[in-house]
């Protein structure tokens, strides 16, 4: 859902306890398990869980398609309300963690150099948790078309169709 002020929001509910989807945002080795989209693998997932800490994720593409290698993207987080959001910087690095140019990630060239996300978690009746990412405005239309082309919301939904099953088999 994109609305007026050219933010990309994304929103999901799980049939899981708000401290479960914490956990599988937070715990390396549960978003190993759905980190990227349908298809693709997640080897390596590193986190410093603290204002001013990164993360380094990397995905890896279907075996034998266009996409058959590590993609790294990178974050340094803003602010952490444990259990019920964080505020992230999001950028496509290299296994380092150092920025790199989106088009040469193979976006296109409006492509933001950096995004800030907003993860944020609500608790619902009966064990249910509502997930809302938020992604804020970038700085030009030119920059939000490009957002919208390249996917990343259809890529966003594929991995949390992942995390369910995840979340469901925790």
Not at 32 to 53: C, H, N, V, Y
Not at 70 to 83: L, T
Not at 119 to 140: A, F, G, M, W
Request: charged share 35%; aromatic share 10%.
């Amino acid at each position: 859902m994109v609305d007026d002020k050219r933010e990309i929001i994304i929103e999901r509910i799980f049939d899981v306890p708000r401290e479960l989807v914490w956990k599988a945002w937070t715990e390396p080795e549960i978003i190993k398990k759905w980190w990227g989209p349908e298809g693709f693998t997640a080897p390596s997932i590193k986190i410093d869980l603290r204002i001013g800490g990164r993360n380094i994720f990397a995905m890896h593409g279907p075996k034998g398609s266009e996409f058959d290698k590590d993609f790294y993207s990178a974050g340094v987080y803003k602010e952490i309300v444990p259990m019920e959001k964080f505020v992230i910087s999001d950028y496509f690095s290299d296994e380092s963690g150092k920025k790199i140019d989106p088009a040469a990630a193979g976006m296109d060239p409006n492509f933001p150099d950096e995004l800030i996300l907003t993860v944020r978690l609500k608790e619902l009746d009966n064990n249910k948790t509502r997930l809302t990412l938020v992604y804020q405005k970038p700085e030009s239309k030119a920059q939000f078309e490009a957002m919208e082309k390249s996917g990343m919301e259809d890529g966003w939904n594929s991995s949390l169709n992942k995390l369910k099953e995840v979340l469901k088999s925790n």
